[in-house]
């Protein structure tokens, strides 16, 4: 496993790039992506799902701080900022790019983000587990460079599916919408348009991250590719 000095190292790196997807979403002011970004920032609990030993079957360093601990097993804080950034910021600079990649790409954009995710998830995985951040317990048939190498697809489908749903929670959120109650058409006011904009934001990442999660378990149903690990479940 890693030593302290890299883990420390890894941590601060996490941090640090969300702190600057926040400070990218901050700046562009709008409530979509603000709850976009609050939807990565919680996703820390799809990855103590895919962490376990129907999953991943994946075991973190032993010095990550601890956003909890149980079993003994440990959810480390800095995983929390890392899918933050990872989901949440590259997903969101590639919406607000989404009438570029339109006209450039047309209905190929989609397979140019599949490619982004898996490519990017690739060159920051494997690294990783050379360093000894964490460790998969799958058999040797199933992994390259000591990741599963169906977290590489996986990885694109994560990303397509959350770019898919945050650009239609743009479109969605932030179009006028009549109220409720007789006496004609009265939209809604400013603030509930906004506080819509933000749960359409959050529910496209946690929707995109469930449905995906459902696919890929037919895989794992499938597969069984697991080996004996110290994870208590």
């Not at 709008?30 to 976009?36: E, F, L, T």
């Not at 494997?126 to 992994?143: D, E, K, S």
């Not at 006496?183 to 506080?195: A, C, M």
């Amino acid at each position: 496993m890693s030593s302290v000095g890299i883990v420390r190292a890894f941590e601060l790196l996490c941090v640090g790039a969300w702190l600057a997807g926040l400070w990218w979403v901050r700046r562009q002011r709008h409530p979509v992506y603000a709850g976009v970004y609050l939807g990565s920032s919680t996703l820390m609990v799809f990855d103590w799902i895919f962490n376990s030993g129907w999953f991943f079957r994946v075991v973190y360093a032993e010095p990550f701080l601890p956003l909890w601990k149980m079993q003994g097993v440990v959810q480390p804080l800095a995983l929390a900022c890392n899918y933050a950034f990872f989901f949440g910021a590259p997903v969101l600079m590639l919406v607000h790019a989404r009438e570029r990649l339109d006209r450039s790409l047309g209905a190929w954009s989609y397979a140019a983000v599949f490619g982004l995710g898996a490519g990017l998830d690739l060159a920051f995985e494997i690294p990783m587990v050379r360093l000894g951040l964490w460790t998969y317990y799958q058999q040797p048939a199933f992994l390259l460079g000591g990741v599963p190498w169906s977290n590489f697809w996986y990885s694109g489908m994560l990303m397509t599916a959350a770019f898919a749903a945050a650009r239609l929670a743009v479109r969605w959120g932030t179009n006028p919408v009549p109220a409720e109650g007789g006496g004609g058409v009265v939209f809604l006011g400013k603030q509930e348009t906004w506080w819509r904009g933000f749960a359409m934001g959050t529910a496209a990442i946690w929707s995109a991250f469930y449905v995906c999660l459902s696919v890929q378990l037919v895989w794992y149903g499938l597969t069984q590719p697991w080996v004996a690990s110290p994870r208590p479940f």
